[in-house]
């Protein structure tokens, strides 16, 4: 049982270029999430995905892209990096299936450091 | 808007001192959460609070819940140095949108031996 799982663990883009950040979560939740951490700044929600097929912004969702490839992946696109970019990237799963309750547990995955230069 | 607020930001103790860590907000929460993040991984939960005044113990760390559900409080007694790392507040966004949560900034702590 692996948890949240999250590649690569590091990554050293040029501005402009693209990538995908892979998440992947075996506990059978339903919601996924993606977050971003800058220091000072807590976690900052970027999209979420409250079931497979559906996802939606969350406070920071500019210059980024989501897909829900099925209930266990979550995948996150930078189509054309910035140095805004540049932060550690968490990936989340919470809830069992049919419920969704105000105290679920968030599991987080253990992060992707991206540098953008 | 909802907000958390934590406070401190940074806090560097002896091993065997005493704190306090505090997260506010102007906004009623149905609950708070507050996860610890050791360096290097992701936040782990360590309590939900969801009763005004509640208070949870969890070995040496104390959690208290406000009155009237708008603060938390985290308690270490006699700090160790395996207690160091950021430790951050949580709370569900207004109607539980999805599960969505509000995380404070954190507090980052620092337990010298």
């Known amino acids: 049982n692996a948890g949240v799982t999250q590649t690569p663990k590091f990554q050293v883009l040029k501005t402009g270029q693209s990538m995908t950040l892979q998440c992947a979560q075996d506990m059978n939740h339903n919601s996924m999430y993606w977050y971003r951490q800058d220091p000072g700044m807590g976690l900052r929600l970027i999209y979420y995905s409250a079931s497979e097929g559906t996802t939606d912004k969350g406070e920071v969702p500019n210059g980024y892209n989501v897909s829900r490839l099925n209930k266990r992946e979550f995948s996150l696109r930078l189509e054309s990096a910035a140095p805004s970019q540049t932060s550690v990237y968490f990936c989340?799963?919470?809830?069992?299936?049919?419920?969704?309750?105000?105290?679920?547990?968030?599991?987080f995955g253990p992060g992707t450091r991206l540098t953008v230069l | 808007t909802q907000l958390l607020e934590q406070s401190p930001q940074f806090l560097s103790i002896q091993e065997g001192e005493n704190l306090t860590v505090y997260c506010n907000s102007s906004?009623?929460?149905?609950?708070l959460q507050w996860y610890r993040q050791e360096p290097g991984e992701g936040p782990v939960l360590l309590v939900t609070?969801?009763?005004?005044?509640e208070v949870k113990k969890l070995k040496r760390l104390t959690f208290q819940f406000g009155d009237a559900r708008k603060d938390s409080s985290l308690h270490i007694t006699a700090a160790q140095p395996g207690d160091t790392g950021l430790y951050l507040c949580a709370g569900p966004r207004v109607y539980n949108q999805g599960g969505k949560l509000i995380f404070g900034q954190g507090t980052e702590l620092s337990v010298k031996p």
């Open positions: 989340a799963s919470s809830g069992i299936s049919g419920r969704v309750a105000i105290t679920d547990t968030q599991y």
């Open positions: 609070v969801v009763t005004g005044g």
């Open positions: 906004s009623v929460f149905s609950s």
